[in-house]
């Protein structure tokens, strides 16, 4: 009787409820990630004895890779940034030692 009652049009999600949640799980990038630990989990040759946690440790390193990766990015820019200034100071050093050369003789 009880699945019965849960059974009932009523407590059906409507189509449109569920593809308007599919779409908003495929849009956000949940679906991908999902596949992507489910499919990391099949390619283990040793399964885990606990799937849930293989699943909450990798789900969630998705995310610190896209993390990690944005601060890569980050990185390898203020890196170019003081390259350019560290280039700019040598000119200018350069340009202050002749000055002096020039000074002293």
């Known amino acids: 009787m009880p699945e019965q009652l849960l059974n009932t049009p009523e407590n059906r999600p409507t189509v449109s409820k569920r593809e308007e949640f599919r779409k ?3 849009n956000s990038g949940v679906i991908d990630a999902l596949t992507k630990v489910l499919f990391e ?5 040793e399964k885990p004895s606990d799937a849930v946690n293989f699943v909450k440790q990798h789900f969630g390193g998705v995310q ?5 990766s944005e601060y890569i990015s980050n ?3 203020r890196i170019k940034d003081l390259e350019i200034e ?3 100071l040598k000119i ?6 002749e000055e002096n ?5």
Do not use: I
């Open 24 to 26: 908003y799980l495929e």
């Open 64 to 68: 610190t890779v896209e993390m990690d």
């Open 92 to 97: 200018q050093l350069a340009k202050k030692e």
């Open 86 to 88: 560290a280039g700019n």
């Open 41 to 45: 989990l099949y390619d283990e040759p």
């Open 75 to 77: 990185l390898k820019k």
């Open 101 to 105: 050369e020039e000074y002293e003789q």
